[in-house]
């Protein structure tokens, strides 16, 4: 069947379709409910309300707009319903501004002081955002090039952020420290609070990345030091090392254990000294999923977070994966939850489906839907944008220098409605609690065989429970009190199709390749609509024609569906620039395209069980304009109207309001 795409683009500043930031109005300015804490395994602010965070990650150059730039921004992430923002690459060489050096023609030859410029606008930054309700997730450690002056052995060889060689280095330690004593006692002239003392300033992790594990120990005179730590801590616990150089790139069970001893003794220390200067709220170490060793090695920290992609963009080195995550029986949260210890919080710092992921409106619904279940602490996508301020009217409108490379910034999400657009509805569902947390407490619990640290989350087919009940694994060593015990190798079985959670309110059929989310005020569908028949939610019906699409309808108001007065509907699937080129099996993109960004037009019928007759439809434009009132019938308290490509309205949109 032929496809026709209609222009659609989303705004780059704050003049965007639809304003949702009344909903949380009582909310600003961020940092009015105390700071953030650790309660078992959520969090919540001093004086008791739950701490939930939707959110974005600033890139590079993001986290130095002009004044006027960091206004706008702060009002844009406000109406679209976001509440975070986690700093990122502040401290990278590579992109300019950086926290070092705000322009390329003043260099320094060390990175122990900040640029007076870049702090000033990262200040403003803050300020703008904690007026509108939205915290901050500051990093610490993630791209920081270290320089002949930083006084550093092997300057000229260390990679970015020095990996792993921070985790045990004294002179490297101290540097970190350093960074940490003079960002967090920094005092932003705009609030008049050091970054300590600012409750806005939510959420902290240590280093971007980093592990033993992953990053090998190899370089010397670092690698020499690290076998004397290890040949100490062998002989402290009665093992044996064998003579000559320790090779550390191929870990036993034995090494990997101490790895884990490490990364921890690093942490609490680290901590520890954060605690010293004043800094008050949680504190994760790293953030990605490799090992158990590496989840284990986070112990001593307040939360834990990580990262995942779907459909990762290597398109420099020859195409990637077109997978519909909505058609596999393990998914992106299986490896999440190796890294979710039952006894603390969980924050995913990165997510992303990245352009041009023809599927990736399957996404945002999904991980809000799904970390709202299991109680998980928030997300932040990455990203959402990178150095590039101004208007941008497609998609990957910028690039990236990384390491003398050239990268279309295919993770650019601020303007992509298959995304950014659904932002609306993934607040509401994870912000608002729309999604039920689950009352199950499954624990993992991974028996201490000699190579437990190595294994992978591929060795825990148990934690494909995920979309149906909260779980977590518990770690030899760990003292997690007692939860119901879930074998390691119980997972999904692949004949049975699907999945439902143990509330009832989501599900996802890998058979029919499409998941469902139903709740009282927020009912949406993704996946392959279009072949699955007609779609009974409670009190709410799809019978779909575009094969893929994502509907979602979310109350505007505290009440449910079926007697709110306002109803925000999206419905959007696929979204390209115009002009892109890619392969047969859209694996290889051989021409990003150009303005206009367009979106396929999503057909389909909807009947809504409602109390209120005298519900209007309206078309919404990309402009925020209530263009045409569609057609509806009313009949037995359902409400029923068709949106798509008809002649009589125009279809070039993906937003309607459902109002009286």
């Keep these: 069947m032929e496809r026709t795409w209609v222009p659609f683009t989303l705004a780059w500043d704050d003049e965007v379709p639809i304003d949702i930031s009344f909903v949380f109005e009582r909310e600003k300015p961020a940092g009015k409910h105390g700071f953030v804490q650790v309660d078992g395994p959520c969090l919540v602010f001093e004086d008791g309300t739950p701490a939930r965070f939707w959110g974005t990650c600033f890139n590079s150059g993001q986290n130095f707009p002009t004044h006027e730039g960091a206004e706008m921004v702060a009002r ?35 990175t122990r002081a900040f640029d007076p410029e870049s702090i000033d606008r990262l200040d403003y930054l803050i300020y703008c955002l904690k007026q509108e309700g939205i915290y901050i997730y500051l990093d610490l450690l993630t791209y920081r090039q270290f320089r002949p002056g930083d006084g550093v052995d092997a300057v000229d060889a260390l990679p970015q952020a020095a990996k792993p ?29 050091a970054y ?28 020499t030091r690290f076998e004397a730590l290890y040949r100490r801590w062998a002989e402290e616990h ?9 090779d550390f790139t191929q870990p036993d069970g034995q090494m990997g254990r101490f790895f884990v001893q490490v990364m921890q003794d690093f942490y609490a220390d680290f901590i520890a000294y954060l605690r010293s200067i004043g800094v008050k709220i949680p504190i994760a170490g790293t953030n990605w999923t490799r090992t158990l060793g590496v989840t284990a090695g986070q112990l001593t920290t307040d939360f834990t977070d990580s990262h995942t992609y779907w459909n990762f963009p290597l398109w420099e080195t020859g195409g990637t994966s077109t997978t519909p995550m909505v058609s596999v029986t393990r998914n992106t949260f299986a490896g999440l939850s190796m890294v979710r210890l039952l006894d603390r919080p969980f924050f995913v710092s990165e997510w992303d ?16 839907a799904v970390g709202a279940l299991q109680g998980w602490s928030g997300f932040t996508i990455h990203t959402y944008r990178y150095a590039t301020w101004g208007p941008v009217d497609r998609l990957g409108g910028g690039t990236s220098t990384i390491n003398g490379i050239t990268y279309r910034n295919h993770f650019d999400a601020f303007n992509d409605p298959a995304k ?16 039920r947390t689950s009352e199950g407490d499954a624990a993992i619990r991974i028996p201490e065989t000699p190579d437990w640290p190595l294994l992978t989350d591929d060795a825990i087919p148990a934690l494909e429970q995920v979309e149906r009940t909260r779980l977590g694994v518990v770690v030899p060593g760990h003292d997690c009190p007692s939860q119901t015990t879930l074998d390691m190798q119980a997972g999904l079985d692949p004949a049975v199709g699907q999945v439902v959670s143990d509330t009832g309110e989501l599900g996802r059929s ?3 390749r499409y998941g469902w989310i139903d709740t009282p005020r927020t009912k949406a569908a993704y996946g392959f609509l279009g072949g699955v028949g007609q779609i009974a939610l409670d009190g709410l019906t799809l019978d779909v024609k575009t094969d893929f699409a994502t509907i979602a309808l979310s109350s505007l108001t505290d ?45 389909a019928t909807i009947a809504l069980r409602t109390c209120r007759p005298n519900l209007k439809v309206w078309v919404i434009s990309e402009h925020g304009q209530a263009v045409t009132r569609l057609p509806t019938e009313y009949a037995d308290g359902v409400l029923r109207f068709s949106i798509g490509p008809q002649p009589r309205w125009d279809p070039s949109t993906m937003y309607y309001l459902i109002v009286l």
Excluded at 76 to 98: I, S, V
Excluded at 198 to 214: G, V
Excluded at 353 to 368: F, I, K, N, Q
Aim: charged letters at 25%.
């Design 353 to 368: 489906h990245a352009w041009p992921d023809e599927w990736r409106a399957e996404s945002p619904l999904a991980y809000a």
């Design 76 to 110: 844009r992430l406000a109406k679209f319903g976001l509440n975070m923002m986690r700093t990122h690459q502040m401290d990278a060489e590579w992109a300019t501004p950086n926290l070092f050096q705000a322009n390329r023609a003043r260099p320094k030859d060390h």
């Design 510 to 512: 890998w058979a029919r």
């Design 196 to 223: 300590c003392d600012d409750p806005a300033i939510a959420l902290c992790e240590i280093k971007n990345e980093s592990d033993l594990f992953t990053q090998k120990v190899t370089l010397e005179p670092y690698r």
């Design 165 to 193: 060689y921070t985790y045990f280095d004294p002179r490297l330690i101290e540097l970190q420290k350093e960074f940490a004593r003079d960002l967090w006692t920094h005092i932003n002239p705009y609030t008049g609070l």
């Design 420 to 435: 950014f657009g659904l932002f609306y509805h993934a607040a509401l569902l994870f912000r608002r609690g729309d999604v």
């Design 559 to 603: 009440e449910p569906l079926d007697a709110t007065e306002a109803i925000l509907l999206t419905a959007v699937g696929r979204c390209d620039n115009s002009g892109a080129q890619y392969d047969e099996a859209h694996t290889q993109q051989f021409d990003f395209g150009h303005a206009p960004v367009l979106i396929e037009p999503i057909e």
């Design 238 to 246: 009665g093992l044996k090392v064998a003579p000559g150089p320790v």
